[in-house]
């Protein structure tokens, strides 16, 4: 056993743990962060993915001390922080996505880091990106229209600096 620091979604952790345990149970069974999902244990479905440090992970095949002094970032974590969705989220239910959803988290984690590097991807970089996320029920095209959907409405916010318009001057005079 070994102890483990490390944040998850915003919140230091330290944890007494196997530190080969797969990162996933300790997720699951230790920090109760049941969104991650398993699915093959072998980091071939993409269902386990995480972020550590921001770069998408496969959380089945990871050690636990893989994370010691990292930032990890779960599904339960990707929310903007007064509680709403995270744009991905909101796009993939207003294009009806999921089906079953089991494979959902895993795709959402693969697209927001997606967006995160590449703000503006093409079909092509979406499906390079998503590659390694598998869907038991195809829906694939819904998947790629939701982060097209989701790269416009993180286009769309305006986090303009006002002075940087002049805009500031007009209302001191």
């Not at 999902?37 to 496969?58: S, Y």
């Not at 999921?98 to 979406?126: E, F, H, R, T, W």
């Not at 229209?145 to 500031?168: F, K, N």
């Amino acid at each position: 056993m070994v102890l483990l620091e490390f944040t998850v979604n915003g919140v230091p952790h330290r944890v007494d743990t196997d530190p080969e345990q797969p990162l996933l149970w300790l997720l699951r069974e230790q920090l109760q962060l049941t969104g991650t999902k398993f699915g093959c244990g072998m980091g071939l479905c993409g269902a386990c993915t995480v972020h550590i440090d921001g770069a998408p992970m496969r959380s089945c095949t990871l050690p636990a001390v893989a994370a010691q002094g990292r930032v990890v970032t779960t599904i339960e974590g990707i929310g903007v922080a007064n509680g709403e969705l995270h744009p991905v989220q909101s796009a993939w239910l207003l294009m009806n996505v999921p089906q079953c959803g089991y494979c959902q988290s895993g795709q959402v984690m693969s697209a927001v880091a997606l967006l995160n590097s590449n703000p503006k991807p093409s079909d092509d970089d979406i499906d390079n990106a998503m590659s390694g996320n598998l869907c038991r029920c195809g829906t694939y095209p819904r998947i790629r229209a939701a982060i097209h959907l989701a790269a416009s409405e993180i286009q769309a916010v305006s986090y303009y600096d006002p002075r940087e318009q002049g805009l500031d001057q007009e209302r001191s005079s």
